[in-house]
């Protein structure tokens, strides 16, 4: 198992700590569609404002690596109805039974006990049988490839939120879109209710009230 470049229990499939309970089962946002696009009744964005310009990216950018997000958490599901949890049951001589998920495992079990040859070549065809199947079902339904998609859109994200922080803004709608992207970007995988979300939350709504009534047809993002 250690030297497939897919080696990994079943545990480690559903890994994003950071985004159990974020979404809903059966609520998805179609691709490419976007909470931030600019309603037919107000201003776009100002295309002299470099920030807005490097924000409009990020939107994109995010929506896609959300959905991506989405899908791979429905291959997830698939995988978790066909395939079993990989680990194999070790019987230790005068001991209880043990569970053991990988080879490492099996080594600090078993040790230099000679006495447990035949143990450890059953668990080890264990391991890798099941290995095998989660390997192939992983590619059959895409998932390996949808992991890797999810990777490279989170990546973008991170790299254009870099550059917003980068990029000055020369307008309001440029300061509100640098926060909405903290905000949005951070406050997914945090305790939205704890510091620093309310205060960002809050600094983002003064500035699009203040915006709104200085122009009240420009558009603010998270507006």
């Known amino acids: 198992m250690a030297d497939s470049d897919h080696s990994m229990s079943f545990g480690r499939v559903t890994r994003r700590l950071a985004l159990a309970g974020l979404f809903v089962a059966g609520v998805g946002r179609a691709f490419g569609a976007s909470r931030a696009t ?26 896609q690596a959300m959905w991506r997000c989405d899908r791979l958490q429905e291959l997830e599901a698939a995988l978790g109805e066909r395939v079993d949890a990989l680990w194999a049951v070790v019987s230790v001589p005068g001991g209880e039974e043990t569970i053991v998920c990988s080879k490492a495992a099996l080594d600090r079990i078993v040790g230099e006990r000679t006495d447990m040859a035949d143990i450890r070549a059953k668990a080890e065809a264990d391991l890798d049988a099941r290995q095998a199947h989660f ?79 200085l122009t009240p047809h420009a558009f603010f993002p998270g507006g």
């Open 38 to 63: 600019v309603p037919s009744d107000v201003m776009p964005p100002p295309a002299s404002d470099p920030a807005m310009m490097v924000w409009r990216d990020w939107n994109a950018a995010y929506e």
């Open 135 to 213: 390997e192939m079902v992983a590619t059959e339904i895409g998932y390996f490839e949808g992991l890797r998609a999810e990777q490279a859109g989170f990546a973008k994200v991170e790299a254009l939120l870099e550059a917003l922080s980068e990029t000055p803004a020369v307008s309001l709608s440029g300061v509100v879109g640098k926060l909405d992207a903290v905000l949005r970007n951070g406050a997914d995988w945090d305790d939205r209710s704890s510091f620093p979300w309310p205060q960002i939350r809050s600094a983002r709504e003064d500035l699009m009230r203040i915006g709104r009534q």
